[in-house]
């Protein structure tokens, strides 16, 4: 897949803005993944030559985290924890309301994508349970209240509002 000017412009901003600080791969990751949704070669290619690091370690870090893909995502990006404290508390039954609510598979993107939405293993927040996470936000105990479904139609609203 062809890079968008505008995406390749985006990169070479984030690259030049980071190349100089400590820890400049992370950062340059972490913000090519917020503003194009994931991390694309060509974004590795640059990050390789402005950070002056091997392509193999960017490629070490993106695979290591798993807050950073490869595959496009939807704008929005829920998570839903299926690890066993979630699971037993009905993270089962959220994850299918939140599949509804917003029109995308389980681990894939909505047509218009707009949402990711993810089945996750533990996030460390298991007094929490069951947890979503939509765009960082953590939403705890989420199937007794209606926090997270409101965020999402929050958005669906938004996204579809026109701009005046
Ligand atoms: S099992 Fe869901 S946060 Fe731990």
Redesign the pocket.
């Known amino acids: 897949m062809n890079l968008s000017t505008e995406s390749l412009k985006k990169i070479d901003a984030i690259v030049a803005e980071h190349k100089d600080k400590k820890g400049p791969v992370k950062l340059m990751l972490h913000d090519v993944q917020k503003q194009l949704g994931y991390i694309p070669f060509e974004a590795m290619e640059k990050i390789s030559v402005g950070a002056d690091v091997p392509i193999a370690e960017v490629f070490g870090v993106v695979s290591f985290y798993t807050q950073f893909t490869t595959e496009p995502k939807g704008k929005h990006v829920i998570n839903i ?7 037993v508390r009905g ?1 089962q039954l959220l994850l299918d309301r939140v599949k509804i609510l917003t029109n995308s598979p389980v681990n894939g993107t909505s047509k218009d994508n707009m949402f990711s939405l993810d089945a996750t ?6 007094g ?4 979503a996470i939509l765009d960082e936000q953590v939403y705890g105990n989420a199937n007794n209240n209606k926090e997270l479904e409101n965020a999402i139609r929050r958005i669906i609203k938004e996204e579809n509002t026109p701009q005046a």
Do not use: D, H
Request: with cysteine.
């Open positions: 924890c299926l690890g066993t404290a979630c699971y993270s293993r533990c996030v460390g927040a298991c929490l349970a069951p947890v």
